[in-house]
Nanobody, 117 residues
Framework: QVQLEESGGGLVQPGESLRLSCAAS????????MSWHRQAPGKERELVAN???????NYAESVKGRFTISRDNAKNTAFLQMNSLKPEDTAVYFC???????????WGQGTQVTVSS
């Protein structure tokens, strides 16, 4: 059974940091691109960052220089280190595992990140 479980969300003040984790099971994690998306109230879901099976990384312009995506294939876990958080980073953050050759996509249930003073 495929599972993606996000953790690490919470309420922080502007300028603070959070580290999100996405623990995966039930599929061959190293072969998948891992992505973080977010969805704020009333807005569409947007890609925040992704990391491919060969560790190529891509970031949304709005988070470049502040967020860092990484993965630990030995632990089947992806991470999103978020620094210098801003109120506009407030959203539900979702983890996605994808593999283009099989057009496979798996999603987690999301974790809430709230940045407020």
């Amino acid at each position: 059974q495929v599972q993606l479980e996000e953790s690490g969300g919470g309420l922080v003040q502007p300028g603070e940091s959070l580290r999100l984790s996405c623990a995966a099971s039930g599929f061959s994690f190293p072969y998948y691109t891992m992505s973080w998306h977010r969805q704020a109230p009333g807005k569409e879901r947007e890609l925040v960052a992704n990391i491919t099976s060969i560790n190529m990384k891509n970031y949304a312009e709005s988070v470049k220089g502040r967020f860092t995506i990484s993965r630990d294939n030995a632990k089947n876990t992806a991470f999103l280190q978020m620094n210098s958080l801003k109120p506009e980073d407030t959203a539900v953050y979702f983890c996605e595992a994808s593999r283009s050759v099989t057009d496979t996509h798996y999603w987690g249930q999301g974790t809430q990140v709230t940045v407020s003073s």
